[in-house]
């Protein structure tokens, strides 16, 4: 669980700080399907996939 943001610290320098921490601590190691390709990437865009 994340702690709350400090007052007085920029929000994107708070969230950079979680993230990195995170990727010392190793959470991103080993993910599922690191490192293929996302699924569907190669169709064409569909702007009307909120209504399916």
Same mark, same amino acid.
Do not use: C, N
């Given at each position: 669980?994340?702690?709350? *943001?400090? $007052? =007085?610290?920029?929000?994107?320098?708070?969230?950079?700080?979680? @993230?990195?921490?995170?990727?010392?601590? =190793?959470?991103?190691?080993?993910? /599922? =399907?690191? =490192? *293929? /390709?996302?699924? $569907?990437?190669? *169709? /064409?865009?569909?702007?009307?996939?909120? @209504? *399916?």
């Amino acid at each position: 669980m994340t702690e709350r *943001k400090p $007052g =007085g610290m920029q929000f994107e320098s708070w969230v950079d700080r979680q @993230i990195r921490e995170a990727q010392e601590r =190793g959470e991103f190691d080993d993910l /599922p =399907g690191a =490192g *293929k /390709p996302l699924p $569907g990437a190669d *169709k /064409p865009y569909d702007e009307h996939w909120w @209504i *399916k």
